[in-house]
Structures are given as structure tokens and as C-alpha cells.
């Protein structure tokens, strides 16, 4: 009963993001429960690296090259992953960036890449895997937010707009097909050690002292971290979860 509730198999998976860091995480949980993998992402190395390496442990996996800002791309994605693998069943929109200034030196076209990369890519997948889920009966689109999506970050605002703008999206999918018995949900992640944190904890002092101090687990989140949520709102364990947006945090957000 309880391995049935959180099986994959037979079901496809579009991980954007997913050739590295929490999207490899997620990734890596969806294959081990027995879906098949498209990872998207720009860089190809990347991603036929993982993918070899997804395959190697008996998994079905395609690397699809795309930028995720791109309309058309994201529409000949979609096409290439339900051509190859069949159907589309669960959408991980996890590809995101961050420029890390204050409003006052924030740029227009640095304002709009954040916004685009985290917040209007999740829009362009969404809308274009949704004719597939509904086709199919149902499906699952989980969104990845932050911890900006609750508190402000002076450093980033454009980051923080785009991860509170995600999680009103994700509300706002789950209204408009829950009747498709498409389930949407929102993750969001604590401080997790990735390559976009990476820099950050290399170029401001004290931060990664100062986020072990306010984490209750004590520690620094890891891409592994996100393999258990990933299955949990792809399966049907997960039924009747929509709309919600759940902190992976060790603790971060209900530290006062
Ligand atoms: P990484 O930098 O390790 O991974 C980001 C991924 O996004 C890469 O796989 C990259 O692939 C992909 N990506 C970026 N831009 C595009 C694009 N335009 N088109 C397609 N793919 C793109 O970061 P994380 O794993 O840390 O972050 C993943 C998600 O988790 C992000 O949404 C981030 O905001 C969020 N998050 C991370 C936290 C953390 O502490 N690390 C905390 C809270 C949220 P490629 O370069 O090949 O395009």
C-alpha cells in the first residue's frame, strides 16, 4: 500500500533546472520512485551528464537544451518530451537565478531577467503541459519558491517579487484545474548549498555562520534534501494536496 502511494512508474516527469542542484535533487527522487526524466536546462554538458548518469541506474531520461524564458522553446520542449517519452505527468519549475543588489541598483533588464527566469518560466511550462495532464486525467506541477517568498530580502528584490509572485501562481493554478485533477503546489526551500548559494556564502561575510545560527536542524540544506518532497507532490499520496507551499527549511521559518 504505502510503496503503491508514492510510485512513479509509467509516469514522466519535466524537470526544468534539474542538471544540478535542488532540481537534481527532485530529479533524482522522481527517477528512484520510477518515473522517467526530461532534464531541461541551457547547458547541454550538464545535462547529458546527468541524464548518462540517471540512465545508468535503469532510468529513462532525455536532455531537452532550452532556455525556459523562451516562449517557443518552451513549447518545442514540451512537444520533444511528449514525442519521446509519451505523456507528461508532473512539471518541476525549478530553474531560477539571482542578482543579488539592492532596489536603488537594480537595472530594468535585471529586474526583468529574474522575474523571467523564476516567475514567467513557471507560467510558460505550466501552460504549456496543461493540455497533456488534462487529456491524461490529472497531473502535478510542483513550483519552487524560497524563503523570499515570506520574508523581504534587501538584497534581492527582484528575486523576492519573482518567489512570492510563484507561490500566488501556484494558488492560482490549483483553483483554476483542480477539476482537471491537476495538483499544484509550491516548495520552499531554506538555505540549501548549491551553486547559487555557493557564491553568495563566498562573498558575504558571515552568512553561512549566521544561517546555521537561525536553522533549528543546524545545518546547511543539501540537493537530497528535495528528493522525498518531489515524490510526495508527484504521487498519488498527494491527492488531495493543492495550492499549498511547503517549507523544506530545517526550521528556517518558524525560527522568531
Ligand atoms: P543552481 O544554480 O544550482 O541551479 C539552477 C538551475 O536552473 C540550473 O540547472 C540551470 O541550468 C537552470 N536555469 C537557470 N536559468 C535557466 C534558463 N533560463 N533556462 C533553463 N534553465 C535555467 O540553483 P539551485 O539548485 O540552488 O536553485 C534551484 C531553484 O531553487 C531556484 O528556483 C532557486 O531560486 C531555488 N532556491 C534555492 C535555494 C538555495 O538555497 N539554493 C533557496 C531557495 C530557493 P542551466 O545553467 O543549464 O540553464
Known amino acids: 500500500m504505502t510503496t503503491k502511494l508514492f510510485d512513479l512508474g509509467g509516469k514522466v516527469a519535466i524537470v526544468t533546472g534539474g542538471n544540478g542542484g535542488i532540481g537534481l535533487g527532485m530529479a533524482r527522487g522522481l527517477a528512484g520512485a ?12 550538464k545535462s547529458n551528464a ?3 548518469g540517471l540512465g545508468q541506474g535503469g532510468t529513462r531520461a532525455i536532455s531537452v537544451v532550452a532556455d525556459v524564458t523562451d516562449e517557443a522553446a518552451v513549447i518545442a520542449m514540451v512537444e520533444r518530451v511528449r514525442r519521446e517519452l509519451g505523456r507528461i505527468d508532473i512539471l518541476v519549475n525549478n530553474a531560477g537565478i539571482n542578482i543579488r543588489k539592492p532596489p536603488h541598483a537594480l537595472d530594468t533588464a535585471e529586474w526583468d531577467s529574474v522575474i523571467k527566469t523564476n516567475l514567467t518560466s513557471a507560467f510558460l511550462c505550466s501552460r504549456a503541459v496543461y493540455p497533456a495532464m488534462r487529456d491524461a486525467g490529472g497531473g ?9 517568498s515570506i520574508f523581504g530580502a534587501s538584497f534581492a528584490p ?8 510563484i507561490v500566488q501562481f501556484t494558488r492560482s493554478c490549483a483553483v483554476a484545474w483542480a477539476a482537471d485533477n491537476i495538483q499544484v503546489n509550491a516548495v520552499l526551500p531554506g538555505w540549501i548549498d548549491t551553486d547559487l548559494t555557493r557564491r553568495a556564502r563566498e ?3 558571515g552568512l553561512h555562520d549566521k544561517v546555521l545560527a537561525r536553522t533549528p536542524a543546524a545545518r ?6 528535495f528528493a522525498g518532497i518531489a515524490v510526495f507532490l508527484s504521487s498519488g499520496a498527494s491527492d488531495f494536496v493543492t495550492g499549498t507551499a511547503i517549507p523544506v527549511d530545517g526550521g528556517f521559518s518558524i525560527m522568531g
Open 34 to 45: 520510477g518515473a522517467d526524466i526530461a532534464i531541461v536546462g541551457r547547458d547541454e554538458a
Open 50 to 52: 546527468v541524464v548518462t
Open 140 to 148: 502535478k506541477i510542483v513550483n519552487i519558491g524560497s524563503m523570499m
Open 158 to 165: 527582484a528575486y523576492a517579487a519573482s518567489k512570492g509572485g
Open 203 to 205: 562573498e558575504v561575510a
Open 220 to 225: 546547511w540544506g543539501a540537493s537530497t534534501d
